[in-house]
Protein backbone atom coordinates (compact mmCIF):
# COMPACT_ATOMS: atom_id res chain seq x y z
CA UNK A 1 0.00 0.00 0.00
CA UNK A 2 1.08 3.09 -0.77
CA UNK A 3 1.47 5.36 2.22
CA UNK A 4 1.46 9.30 0.88
CA UNK A 5 1.46 12.72 2.59
CA UNK A 6 -0.56 15.68 1.36
CA UNK A 7 0.83 18.68 1.83
CA UNK A 8 -1.57 21.82 2.91
CA UNK A 9 -0.87 25.74 3.52
CA UNK A 10 -3.41 27.22 6.46
CA UNK A 11 -4.80 30.15 5.57
CA UNK A 12 -7.36 32.44 7.44
CA UNK A 13 -10.29 30.66 6.64
CA UNK A 14 -8.61 27.51 8.85
CA UNK A 15 -8.18 29.94 12.35
CA UNK A 16 -10.09 30.90 15.21
CA UNK A 17 -9.82 33.75 17.53
CA UNK A 18 -7.02 31.62 19.42
CA UNK A 19 -4.56 32.13 16.52
CA UNK A 20 -4.37 28.66 15.78
CA UNK A 21 -6.40 25.99 13.62
CA UNK A 22 -10.24 25.69 14.75
CA UNK A 23 -10.19 21.73 16.61
CA UNK A 24 -13.35 21.27 13.80
CA UNK A 25 -11.17 22.19 11.20
CA UNK A 26 -7.95 19.66 11.10
CA UNK A 27 -10.75 17.07 10.19
CA UNK A 28 -10.75 19.00 6.84
CA UNK A 29 -7.76 18.38 6.10
CA UNK A 30 -8.33 14.88 7.54
CA UNK A 31 -10.68 14.72 5.07
CA UNK A 32 -8.90 15.46 1.62
CA UNK A 33 -5.53 12.96 3.14
CA UNK A 34 -7.51 10.09 3.22
CA UNK A 35 -9.49 11.09 -0.42
CA UNK A 36 -5.84 11.67 -1.95
CA UNK A 37 -4.53 8.41 0.13
CA UNK A 38 -7.14 6.17 -1.60
CA UNK A 39 -6.50 7.86 -4.94
CA UNK A 40 -2.88 7.31 -4.85
CA UNK A 41 -4.00 4.18 -3.90
CA UNK A 42 -5.94 3.78 -7.36
CA UNK A 43 -9.07 4.10 -5.66
CA UNK A 44 -11.84 7.05 -6.98
CA UNK A 45 -14.21 8.20 -4.37
CA UNK A 46 -16.44 10.00 -7.14
CA UNK A 47 -16.99 6.70 -8.77
CA UNK A 48 -17.57 4.75 -6.30
CA UNK A 49 -20.13 7.22 -5.04
CA UNK A 50 -21.18 7.08 -9.17
CA UNK A 51 -22.07 3.31 -8.04
CA UNK A 52 -23.91 3.84 -4.98
CA UNK A 53 -21.04 3.24 -2.35
CA UNK A 54 -20.29 5.77 -0.22
CA UNK A 55 -18.53 5.59 3.56
CA UNK A 56 -19.86 7.79 6.29
CA UNK A 57 -18.09 8.71 9.03
CA UNK A 58 -19.05 6.75 11.85
CA UNK A 59 -16.47 7.09 14.22
CA UNK A 60 -13.41 9.89 14.71
CA UNK A 61 -11.27 11.08 17.34
CA UNK A 62 -8.49 13.10 17.74
CA UNK A 63 -5.35 14.19 19.94
CA UNK A 64 -4.55 17.81 19.60
CA UNK A 65 -0.76 17.88 20.28
CA UNK A 66 0.57 20.87 19.22
CA UNK A 67 -1.45 23.77 17.05
CA UNK A 68 -1.12 24.87 13.67
CA UNK A 69 -0.93 28.62 12.74
CA UNK A 70 -1.65 31.03 10.22
CA UNK A 71 1.25 30.37 7.59
CA UNK A 72 1.86 26.86 8.59
CA UNK A 73 2.81 24.19 6.02
CA UNK A 74 1.49 20.84 7.11
CA UNK A 75 1.28 17.41 6.15
CA UNK A 76 -1.19 15.01 6.47
CA UNK A 77 -0.20 11.48 7.02
CA UNK A 78 -2.87 8.38 6.12
CA UNK A 79 -2.32 5.10 7.27
CA UNK A 80 -4.88 2.00 6.78
CA UNK A 81 -5.15 0.57 10.03
CA UNK A 82 -7.76 -2.24 9.31
CA UNK A 83 -10.32 -2.87 6.44
CA UNK A 84 -13.23 -4.90 8.20
CA UNK A 85 -15.76 -6.84 5.83
CA UNK A 86 -18.10 -3.19 6.30
CA UNK A 87 -15.96 -0.26 7.88
CA UNK A 88 -12.14 0.69 6.97
CA UNK A 89 -10.10 2.21 10.05
CA UNK A 90 -7.64 4.89 9.32
CA UNK A 91 -4.77 6.38 11.38
CA UNK A 92 -3.88 9.59 10.66
CA UNK A 93 -0.64 12.32 11.43
CA UNK A 94 -0.85 16.20 10.93
CA UNK A 95 3.21 17.12 11.36
CA UNK A 96 4.71 20.41 10.63
CA UNK A 97 7.87 19.28 10.06
CA UNK A 98 9.34 17.20 12.62
CA UNK A 99 6.66 18.35 15.29
CA UNK A 100 3.43 15.91 15.85
CA UNK A 101 0.68 18.28 16.01
CA UNK A 102 -2.41 15.74 15.51
CA UNK A 103 -2.89 12.13 16.13
CA UNK A 104 -6.57 10.47 14.68
CA UNK A 105 -8.14 8.06 14.07
CA UNK A 106 -11.25 7.93 11.75
CA UNK A 107 -13.53 4.66 10.96
CA UNK A 108 -15.60 4.73 8.29
CA UNK A 109 -18.77 2.73 7.24
CA UNK A 110 -19.70 1.26 3.93
CA UNK A 111 -23.01 2.29 2.86
CA UNK A 112 -24.98 2.82 0.06
CA UNK A 113 -26.46 6.40 -0.78
CA UNK A 114 -29.64 5.35 1.50
CA UNK A 115 -26.97 4.80 4.76
CA UNK A 116 -27.29 1.45 4.78
CA UNK A 117 -24.33 -1.01 5.41
CA UNK A 118 -22.92 -2.56 2.44
CA UNK A 119 -20.12 -5.11 2.35
CA UNK A 120 -16.71 -3.23 1.31
CA UNK A 121 -16.61 -4.00 -2.32
CA UNK A 122 -13.63 -6.46 -3.18
CA UNK A 123 -12.13 -3.92 -6.03
CA UNK A 124 -11.77 -1.75 -3.43
CA UNK A 125 -9.94 -4.15 -0.94
CA UNK A 126 -7.71 -5.46 -3.24
CA UNK A 127 -6.62 -2.36 -4.77
CA UNK A 128 -5.73 -1.29 -1.25
CA UNK A 129 -4.48 -5.09 -1.11
CA UNK A 130 -2.54 -5.27 -4.61
CA UNK A 131 -0.44 -2.05 -3.31
CA UNK A 132 0.43 -3.44 0.40
CA UNK A 133 4.02 -4.62 0.83
CA UNK B 1 -44.43 40.93 5.09
CA UNK B 2 -43.41 40.35 8.83
CA UNK B 3 -39.45 41.28 8.92
CA UNK B 4 -38.20 39.84 11.92
CA UNK B 5 -35.16 39.54 12.89
CA UNK B 6 -32.52 36.38 13.93
CA UNK B 7 -30.07 36.52 17.30
CA UNK B 8 -27.20 34.92 16.86
CA UNK B 9 -24.06 34.41 19.49
CA UNK B 10 -20.02 34.20 17.98
CA UNK B 11 -18.52 31.19 18.81
CA UNK B 12 -14.98 30.63 18.34
CA UNK B 13 -16.08 28.13 14.81
CA UNK B 14 -17.15 31.87 13.52
CA UNK B 15 -13.97 33.12 14.31
CA UNK B 16 -10.55 33.78 12.19
CA UNK B 17 -7.01 34.11 13.48
CA UNK B 18 -7.44 38.27 13.48
CA UNK B 19 -9.88 37.67 16.06
CA UNK B 20 -13.10 38.82 14.26
CA UNK B 21 -15.99 36.72 12.46
CA UNK B 22 -14.63 35.28 9.14
CA UNK B 23 -15.55 37.04 6.21
CA UNK B 24 -16.99 34.09 4.54
CA UNK B 25 -18.79 33.04 7.60
CA UNK B 26 -21.49 36.18 7.49
CA UNK B 27 -22.59 34.65 4.79
CA UNK B 28 -23.58 31.23 6.91
CA UNK B 29 -25.07 33.81 9.46
CA UNK B 30 -27.12 35.16 6.50
CA UNK B 31 -28.60 32.01 4.99
CA UNK B 32 -30.07 31.30 8.54
CA UNK B 33 -31.51 34.81 8.75
CA UNK B 34 -33.47 34.63 5.05
CA UNK B 35 -34.85 30.95 6.00
CA UNK B 36 -36.30 31.83 9.26
CA UNK B 37 -38.05 34.92 7.80
CA UNK B 38 -39.51 33.04 5.13
CA UNK B 39 -40.89 30.24 7.68
CA UNK B 40 -42.48 33.39 9.59
CA UNK B 41 -43.66 34.79 6.66
CA UNK B 42 -45.27 30.51 6.56
CA UNK B 43 -42.96 29.45 3.79
CA UNK B 44 -40.95 26.23 4.28
CA UNK B 45 -37.94 26.09 2.75
CA UNK B 46 -37.59 22.40 3.25
CA UNK B 47 -40.92 21.60 2.14
CA UNK B 48 -40.30 23.43 -1.14
CA UNK B 49 -37.40 21.35 -1.29
CA UNK B 50 -39.57 17.78 -0.86
CA UNK B 51 -41.73 19.83 -3.90
CA UNK B 52 -38.23 19.87 -6.35
CA UNK B 53 -38.08 23.31 -6.05
CA UNK B 54 -34.09 24.95 -5.04
CA UNK B 55 -33.08 28.42 -4.62
CA UNK B 56 -29.36 28.39 -5.32
CA UNK B 57 -27.65 31.43 -5.16
CA UNK B 58 -26.44 33.58 -8.41
CA UNK B 59 -25.06 36.60 -6.63
CA UNK B 60 -24.11 38.05 -3.29
CA UNK B 61 -22.70 41.45 -2.42
CA UNK B 62 -21.89 42.63 1.69
CA UNK B 63 -19.78 45.41 2.41
CA UNK B 64 -18.28 45.01 5.91
CA UNK B 65 -18.64 48.21 8.36
CA UNK B 66 -17.21 46.80 11.32
CA UNK B 67 -16.46 43.40 12.63
CA UNK B 68 -18.22 40.68 15.32
CA UNK B 69 -15.81 39.61 17.75
CA UNK B 70 -15.77 36.50 19.86
CA UNK B 71 -19.06 36.47 22.61
CA UNK B 72 -20.98 39.23 20.59
CA UNK B 73 -24.37 38.67 20.03
CA UNK B 74 -25.61 39.77 17.06
CA UNK B 75 -29.16 40.57 15.23
CA UNK B 76 -29.20 39.42 11.18
CA UNK B 77 -32.52 41.77 9.73
CA UNK B 78 -33.99 40.61 6.34
CA UNK B 79 -36.19 41.93 3.78
CA UNK B 80 -36.96 41.35 0.47
CA UNK B 81 -36.47 43.90 -2.09
CA UNK B 82 -37.76 42.40 -5.19
CA UNK B 83 -39.52 39.09 -6.11
CA UNK B 84 -38.91 38.39 -9.90
CA UNK B 85 -40.42 35.79 -11.88
CA UNK B 86 -37.55 33.46 -11.39
CA UNK B 87 -35.85 35.11 -8.87
CA UNK B 88 -35.52 36.78 -5.35
CA UNK B 89 -33.59 39.28 -4.13
CA UNK B 90 -32.69 39.83 -0.35
CA UNK B 91 -31.12 42.52 1.27
CA UNK B 92 -29.85 42.15 5.07
CA UNK B 93 -28.33 43.76 7.94
CA UNK B 94 -26.20 42.27 10.80
CA UNK B 95 -26.00 44.48 13.74
CA UNK B 96 -24.55 44.59 17.53
CA UNK B 97 -27.14 46.62 19.56
CA UNK B 98 -27.46 50.30 17.31
CA UNK B 99 -23.66 49.26 15.06
CA UNK B 100 -24.10 48.18 11.75
CA UNK B 101 -22.00 45.70 11.11
CA UNK B 102 -22.74 44.10 7.38
CA UNK B 103 -24.92 45.34 4.79
CA UNK B 104 -25.80 42.46 2.02
CA UNK B 105 -27.51 41.86 -0.96
CA UNK B 106 -28.14 38.19 -1.76
CA UNK B 107 -29.75 36.95 -4.85
CA UNK B 108 -31.68 33.68 -5.45
CA UNK B 109 -32.93 31.94 -8.44
CA UNK B 110 -35.79 29.68 -8.58
CA UNK B 111 -34.58 26.15 -10.03
CA UNK B 112 -35.29 22.38 -10.16
CA UNK B 113 -33.71 20.26 -8.11
CA UNK B 114 -31.54 19.78 -11.43
CA UNK B 115 -30.47 23.71 -11.08
CA UNK B 116 -32.95 24.46 -14.40
CA UNK B 117 -34.43 27.68 -14.20
CA UNK B 118 -38.27 27.70 -12.93
CA UNK B 119 -41.13 30.50 -12.14
CA UNK B 120 -41.07 30.97 -8.24
CA UNK B 121 -44.20 29.59 -7.23
CA UNK B 122 -47.40 31.30 -6.82
CA UNK B 123 -47.95 30.13 -3.16
CA UNK B 124 -44.14 31.31 -2.57
CA UNK B 125 -45.17 35.03 -4.21
CA UNK B 126 -48.86 35.19 -2.18
CA UNK B 127 -47.24 33.85 1.10
CA UNK B 128 -45.18 37.11 0.77
CA UNK B 129 -47.41 39.19 -0.37
CA UNK B 130 -50.53 38.45 1.68
CA UNK B 131 -47.48 39.22 4.92
CA UNK B 132 -46.84 42.20 2.79
CA UNK B 133 -48.73 45.64 4.32
CA UNK C 1 -24.78 21.45 37.86
CA UNK C 2 -27.58 22.75 35.82
CA UNK C 3 -27.49 20.31 32.61
CA UNK C 4 -29.38 22.68 30.13
CA UNK C 5 -29.83 21.52 26.45
CA UNK C 6 -29.38 23.80 23.23
CA UNK C 7 -31.55 23.78 20.32
CA UNK C 8 -30.00 23.99 17.08
CA UNK C 9 -31.66 23.79 13.25
CA UNK C 10 -29.62 22.53 10.75
CA UNK C 11 -28.78 24.56 7.51
CA UNK C 12 -27.49 24.54 4.27
CA UNK C 13 -24.02 25.51 5.29
CA UNK C 14 -24.17 22.74 8.57
CA UNK C 15 -24.63 20.13 5.50
CA UNK C 16 -22.36 18.09 2.85
CA UNK C 17 -22.95 16.56 -0.54
CA UNK C 18 -23.97 13.40 1.30
CA UNK C 19 -26.95 15.03 2.84
CA UNK C 20 -26.60 15.07 6.35
CA UNK C 21 -24.60 17.75 8.48
CA UNK C 22 -20.62 17.17 7.45
CA UNK C 23 -18.84 14.96 10.57
CA UNK C 24 -16.28 18.08 11.06
CA UNK C 25 -19.38 20.32 11.94
CA UNK C 26 -20.76 19.10 14.82
CA UNK C 27 -18.03 20.05 16.35
CA UNK C 28 -19.49 23.45 15.63
CA UNK C 29 -22.63 22.65 17.95
CA UNK C 30 -20.53 21.26 20.49
CA UNK C 31 -18.52 23.86 21.26
CA UNK C 32 -21.60 25.97 21.06
CA UNK C 33 -23.69 23.41 23.80
CA UNK C 34 -20.08 23.72 26.05
CA UNK C 35 -20.50 27.26 25.90
CA UNK C 36 -24.06 27.57 27.09
CA UNK C 37 -23.49 25.07 29.44
CA UNK C 38 -20.82 26.81 31.09
CA UNK C 39 -22.97 30.49 30.91
CA UNK C 40 -25.95 28.41 32.46
CA UNK C 41 -23.91 27.41 34.86
CA UNK C 42 -22.28 31.40 35.54
CA UNK C 43 -18.87 30.73 33.82
CA UNK C 44 -18.45 33.16 30.77
CA UNK C 45 -15.96 31.93 29.03
CA UNK C 46 -15.54 35.43 27.08
CA UNK C 47 -14.42 36.95 30.73
CA UNK C 48 -12.06 34.02 31.43
CA UNK C 49 -10.41 35.08 28.31
CA UNK C 50 -10.17 38.71 29.22
CA UNK C 51 -8.32 37.32 31.85
CA UNK C 52 -5.45 35.35 29.98
CA UNK C 53 -7.72 32.18 30.22
CA UNK C 54 -8.12 29.86 27.84
CA UNK C 55 -9.28 26.11 27.11
CA UNK C 56 -7.69 24.78 23.94
CA UNK C 57 -9.52 21.32 23.21
CA UNK C 58 -7.07 18.64 23.38
CA UNK C 59 -8.80 15.77 22.54
CA UNK C 60 -11.78 14.83 20.89
CA UNK C 61 -13.86 11.55 20.05
CA UNK C 62 -17.10 11.57 18.40
CA UNK C 63 -19.33 8.38 17.04
CA UNK C 64 -21.48 9.29 14.88
CA UNK C 65 -24.85 7.04 15.38
CA UNK C 66 -27.43 8.53 12.71
CA UNK C 67 -27.51 11.52 10.81
CA UNK C 68 -29.16 14.97 11.21
CA UNK C 69 -30.75 16.55 7.86
CA UNK C 70 -31.07 19.93 6.18
CA UNK C 71 -34.55 21.66 8.24
CA UNK C 72 -33.85 19.08 11.48
CA UNK C 73 -33.83 20.66 15.29
CA UNK C 74 -31.74 18.90 17.06
CA UNK C 75 -30.59 19.13 20.89
CA UNK C 76 -27.30 19.14 22.34
CA UNK C 77 -26.83 17.70 25.93
CA UNK C 78 -23.70 18.86 28.02
CA UNK C 79 -22.26 16.68 31.19
CA UNK C 80 -19.12 17.41 32.49
CA UNK C 81 -17.37 14.10 33.42
CA UNK C 82 -14.57 15.42 35.27
CA UNK C 83 -12.80 18.62 36.43
CA UNK C 84 -9.01 17.85 36.64
CA UNK C 85 -6.16 19.88 38.02
CA UNK C 86 -4.83 21.05 34.82
CA UNK C 87 -8.22 20.07 32.46
CA UNK C 88 -11.81 19.64 31.88
CA UNK C 89 -13.70 16.39 30.33
CA UNK C 90 -17.12 17.35 28.89
CA UNK C 91 -19.65 14.23 27.62
CA UNK C 92 -22.03 15.17 25.03
CA UNK C 93 -25.02 13.81 23.30
CA UNK C 94 -26.88 15.17 20.17
CA UNK C 95 -30.54 14.30 19.71
CA UNK C 96 -33.50 14.17 17.18
CA UNK C 97 -36.50 13.93 19.64
CA UNK C 98 -35.48 10.85 21.44
CA UNK C 99 -33.18 9.68 18.36
CA UNK C 100 -29.58 9.70 19.56
CA UNK C 101 -27.21 11.38 16.67
CA UNK C 102 -23.78 11.59 18.05
CA UNK C 103 -22.23 10.98 21.39
CA UNK C 104 -19.11 12.97 21.89
CA UNK C 105 -16.38 13.25 24.51
CA UNK C 106 -14.06 16.58 24.53
CA UNK C 107 -10.98 17.57 26.59
CA UNK C 108 -9.97 20.86 27.49
CA UNK C 109 -6.82 21.58 28.22
CA UNK C 110 -6.27 24.88 30.89
CA UNK C 111 -3.80 27.33 29.46
CA UNK C 112 -3.04 30.78 29.07
CA UNK C 113 -3.07 32.31 26.01
CA UNK C 114 0.23 31.59 25.20
CA UNK C 115 -1.23 27.93 25.51
CA UNK C 116 1.29 27.21 28.70
CA UNK C 117 -1.23 24.84 30.86
CA UNK C 118 -2.07 26.64 34.10
CA UNK C 119 -4.35 25.28 36.93
CA UNK C 120 -8.29 25.18 36.36
CA UNK C 121 -9.15 29.04 38.12
CA UNK C 122 -10.61 28.04 41.63
CA UNK C 123 -13.81 29.85 41.22
CA UNK C 124 -14.57 28.52 37.21
CA UNK C 125 -14.03 25.08 39.80
CA UNK C 126 -16.64 26.24 42.53
CA UNK C 127 -19.33 27.76 39.97
CA UNK C 128 -19.30 24.10 39.13
CA UNK C 129 -19.44 22.33 41.82
CA UNK C 130 -21.81 25.12 43.33
CA UNK C 131 -23.96 23.87 41.30
CA UNK C 132 -23.81 20.48 41.42
CA UNK C 133 -26.57 18.57 43.50
CA UNK D 1 2.40 41.19 -12.58
CA UNK D 2 2.59 38.11 -12.88
CA UNK D 3 -0.90 36.55 -12.60
CA UNK D 4 -1.07 32.64 -11.73
CA UNK D 5 -3.94 30.73 -10.87
CA UNK D 6 -4.36 28.22 -7.64
CA UNK D 7 -5.72 24.57 -8.76
CA UNK D 8 -7.71 22.85 -6.01
CA UNK D 9 -9.93 19.94 -5.83
CA UNK D 10 -13.59 20.31 -3.89
CA UNK D 11 -14.12 17.73 -1.15
CA UNK D 12 -17.38 16.78 1.02
CA UNK D 13 -16.39 19.54 3.08
CA UNK D 14 -16.87 22.20 0.69
CA UNK D 15 -20.40 20.84 -0.18
CA UNK D 16 -23.62 21.45 0.95
CA UNK D 17 -26.53 19.08 0.53
CA UNK D 18 -27.40 20.87 -2.66
CA UNK D 19 -25.12 18.80 -4.06
CA UNK D 20 -22.63 21.23 -4.61
CA UNK D 21 -20.18 23.71 -3.22
CA UNK D 22 -21.46 26.02 -0.30
CA UNK D 23 -22.01 29.75 -1.49
CA UNK D 24 -19.52 31.39 1.30
CA UNK D 25 -16.96 28.18 0.59
CA UNK D 26 -16.18 29.90 -2.02
CA UNK D 27 -14.30 32.84 -0.43
CA UNK D 28 -12.55 30.31 1.08
CA UNK D 29 -10.82 29.52 -2.16
CA UNK D 30 -10.89 33.15 -3.10
CA UNK D 31 -9.18 33.58 -0.06
CA UNK D 32 -6.09 30.49 -1.02
CA UNK D 33 -5.78 32.06 -4.41
CA UNK D 34 -5.42 35.88 -2.95
CA UNK D 35 -2.54 34.86 -0.78
CA UNK D 36 -1.11 32.62 -3.40
CA UNK D 37 -1.01 35.38 -6.13
CA UNK D 38 0.38 37.74 -3.52
CA UNK D 39 3.30 35.12 -2.70
CA UNK D 40 4.11 34.97 -5.96
CA UNK D 41 4.51 38.50 -6.69
CA UNK D 42 7.51 38.37 -3.91
CA UNK D 43 4.45 39.40 -0.66
CA UNK D 44 3.94 37.72 2.28
CA UNK D 45 0.81 38.03 4.01
CA UNK D 46 2.31 36.33 7.12
CA UNK D 47 5.51 38.84 7.17
CA UNK D 48 2.80 41.84 6.54
CA UNK D 49 1.05 40.86 9.69
CA UNK D 50 4.33 40.14 11.91
CA UNK D 51 5.10 43.86 10.88
CA UNK D 52 1.20 45.15 12.40
CA UNK D 53 0.01 45.05 8.73
CA UNK D 54 -3.38 43.07 8.01
CA UNK D 55 -6.25 43.63 5.25
CA UNK D 56 -9.46 42.83 6.38
CA UNK D 57 -11.94 42.50 3.38
CA UNK D 58 -14.34 45.64 3.52
CA UNK D 59 -16.74 44.02 0.20
CA UNK D 60 -17.49 41.33 -1.38
CA UNK D 61 -19.18 40.41 -4.46
CA UNK D 62 -19.67 37.23 -6.34
CA UNK D 63 -21.73 36.10 -9.05
CA UNK D 64 -22.21 32.50 -9.21
CA UNK D 65 -22.51 30.98 -12.64
CA UNK D 66 -22.01 27.35 -12.69
CA UNK D 67 -21.75 24.93 -9.58
CA UNK D 68 -18.71 23.21 -9.13
CA UNK D 69 -19.42 19.69 -7.45
CA UNK D 70 -17.50 17.51 -5.31
CA UNK D 71 -14.27 15.66 -7.06
CA UNK D 72 -13.95 18.50 -9.20
CA UNK D 73 -11.21 20.42 -9.68
CA UNK D 74 -11.13 23.98 -9.99
CA UNK D 75 -8.98 26.63 -10.65
CA UNK D 76 -8.79 30.33 -9.34
CA UNK D 77 -7.77 32.86 -11.21
CA UNK D 78 -6.65 36.30 -9.68
CA UNK D 79 -5.81 39.93 -10.88
CA UNK D 80 -5.38 43.18 -8.84
CA UNK D 81 -7.98 45.77 -10.49
CA UNK D 82 -6.41 48.88 -8.11
CA UNK D 83 -4.14 49.57 -5.25
CA UNK D 84 -5.72 52.59 -3.61
CA UNK D 85 -3.90 54.58 -0.71
CA UNK D 86 -5.04 52.40 1.99
CA UNK D 87 -7.27 49.93 -0.03
CA UNK D 88 -6.77 46.93 -2.61
CA UNK D 89 -9.25 45.58 -4.86
CA UNK D 90 -9.05 42.36 -6.58
CA UNK D 91 -10.91 40.29 -9.30
CA UNK D 92 -11.08 36.67 -9.20
CA UNK D 93 -12.63 34.14 -11.31
CA UNK D 94 -13.13 30.37 -10.44
CA UNK D 95 -13.18 27.98 -13.73
CA UNK D 96 -13.52 24.16 -14.32
CA UNK D 97 -11.62 23.54 -17.24
CA UNK D 98 -13.14 26.35 -19.86
CA UNK D 99 -16.52 26.68 -18.12
CA UNK D 100 -16.83 30.13 -15.34
CA UNK D 101 -18.01 28.87 -12.27
CA UNK D 102 -17.54 32.03 -10.03
CA UNK D 103 -16.65 36.12 -10.75
CA UNK D 104 -15.69 37.95 -7.82
CA UNK D 105 -14.42 40.71 -6.55
CA UNK D 106 -13.07 41.56 -3.18
CA UNK D 107 -11.77 44.53 -1.75
CA UNK D 108 -9.03 44.88 1.00
CA UNK D 109 -8.21 47.63 3.52
CA UNK D 110 -5.19 48.21 4.46
CA UNK D 111 -5.16 48.65 8.58
CA UNK D 112 -3.44 47.52 11.88
CA UNK D 113 -4.04 44.32 14.14
CA UNK D 114 -6.51 47.45 15.82
CA UNK D 115 -8.14 47.35 12.26
CA UNK D 116 -7.57 51.23 12.31
CA UNK D 117 -7.14 52.59 8.44
CA UNK D 118 -3.02 52.60 7.32
CA UNK D 119 -1.45 53.32 3.96
CA UNK D 120 -0.90 50.41 1.66
CA UNK D 121 2.64 49.93 2.57
CA UNK D 122 5.68 51.31 -0.31
CA UNK D 123 7.11 47.99 -0.58
CA UNK D 124 3.62 45.88 -1.19
CA UNK D 125 3.24 48.66 -4.03
CA UNK D 126 6.46 48.48 -5.40
CA UNK D 127 6.43 44.48 -5.53
CA UNK D 128 2.97 44.55 -7.21
CA UNK D 129 4.31 47.20 -9.53
CA UNK D 130 7.75 45.58 -10.46
CA UNK D 131 6.04 42.70 -11.38
CA UNK D 132 3.69 44.66 -13.59
CA UNK D 133 4.57 44.39 -17.69
Known amino acids: MKNPF ?34 ENGLDMKA ?17 K ?9 RIFTKIEKIGSASIVFTQ ?3 RGEVLLVIAKTVWACTGTDL ?5 PDDFRQALEKNNG
Open 6 to 39: IERKIYYHHTDAGGVVYYATYLHLLEEARVEFLK
Open 48 to 64: LMDRGIVFPVVHVEADY
Open 66 to 74: SPAKYGDCV
Open 93 to 95: EIK
Open 116 to 120: KVKRV
